[in-house]
């Protein structure tokens, strides 16, 4: 089906792709975002050294997560005409390698500026235990043209 | 092409090399730009990142079906910031202290960023506080392209390393 504007409504769900986290998966997400903070690289780099913070071995990037829930989002909006604005993300549980995760979004309301028109999306992102691992709160936008007439290069 | 930039290739991976050289939270001032980098984004390193994150859409990935798509050329990820933001800051800035972390941010997208564009970074800190004993930054970063238009801007809260 094709998403529209139009035909969307409050409550639409959209599924993200799950992702099999790993050390590997890790290290990659360490090369491809230059993040090497130790957090990812090394186990023993927090212990008793981080006052009220120890998560008992590496832990996903945060910006891991952001990059899922962004992925879900183009694929969502791309082929429906449509642009990703913004993305609010908390984490709220450490992600650690063994873990599958996966991002949906929830359409929570619509809005129609002066301009154009706007999609407010719930998003979370889930373990293999259902436990909520990140929150946030998307916004595409419906341009009323299309995107070639307010993207020129 | 631009492979063999020296700010690029000499991108130091180990981020205890100069930590004692970085500012503490207590020496963060509130307001005050970031020294940043200028980075060439290649084709290569969108690439890579599409990998982590497991992207396979054409836009980012495949030239002639990104060249009749809605943009006109390959374009990167919208979130490719979190690469340009490592990228962008030099080896001695707090932002890349061991153990920094990154508590929430919130991003908003204007144009996307390309392979070839020589992205800047306009950063600083914009407020810091103490909460539940933890010390927290409030971050400010705004990616521009060589001809000056805003790429994305963003928020985010990271807790300091003590």
New interface residues.
């Given amino acids: 089906m094709t998403t529209s504007f139009d035909t969307l409504s409050a409550g639409d769900v959209i599924d993200g792709?799950k992702?099999a986290v790993s050390r590997e998966?890790i290290r990659?997400?360490?090369?491809?975002?230059?993040?090497?903070?130790?957090?990812h690289l090394d186990d023993d780099?927090?212990k008793g050294?981080?006052?009220?913070?120890n998560f008992g071995g590496i832990i996903m990037?945060?910006?891991?997560n952001?990059?899922?829930i962004?992925?879900m989002l183009?694929?969502w909006a791309?082929p429906a005409?449509a642009?990703?604005?913004?993305?609010?993300?908390?984490?709220l549980t450490p992600v650690r390698p063994g873990d599958t995760i996966q991002p949906t979004g929830v359409i929570k309301s619509k809005q129609t500026t002066a301009k154009s028109r706007w999609v407010l999306i719930d998003v979370t992102v889930r373990n293999q235990h259902d436990e909520r691992v990140a929150t946030g709160e998307a916004m595409v936008e419906f341009p009323q043209g299309?995107?070639?007439d307010i993207?020129p290069? | 092409m631009d492979k063999a930039l020296p700010a690029q290739a000499a991108f130091e991976t180990d981020f205890w090399k100069d930590a004692s050289l970085r500012k503490l939270w207590d020496d963060i001032v509130p307001g005050e730009a970031r020294k940043t980098l200028p980075y060439t984004l290649t084709q290569e390193a969108i690439a890579l990142y599409c990998k982590a994150v497991g992207e396979t859409n054409p836009l980012y990935l495949d030239e002639a079906a990104a060249k009749a798509g809605p943009f006109g050329g390959l374009i990167a990820p919208p979130s490719i910031h979190i690469l340009l933001m490592f990228a962008c800051t030099p080896a001695d800035d707090w932002m890349r202290s061991p153990g920094t972390i990154n508590a929430g941010q919130s991003w908003s997208y204007n144009l996307p960023a390309r392979p070839g564009d020589t992205i800047t970074l306009q950063a600083r800190a914009l407020d810091k506080f103490i909460k539940r004993e933890r010390l927290f930054v409030v971050h400010d970063n705004v990616f521009f392209n060589q001809r000056g238009e805003v790429i994305c801007s963003g928020r985010g809260h990271t807790i300091r390393p003590l």
Avoid: Q, V
């Avoid at chain 1, 050294?49 to 913070?53: A, V, Y």
């Fill in positions: 792709p992702f998966s990659l997400f360490c090369d491809a975002s230059l993040d090497y903070n130790p957090l780099y927090m050294n981080f006052g009220k913070t990037h945060g910006m891991a952001f990059g899922l962004s992925r183009t694929d791309y005409g642009i990703h604005r913004r993305l609010e993300t908390r984490w299309k995107i070639r993207t290069d």
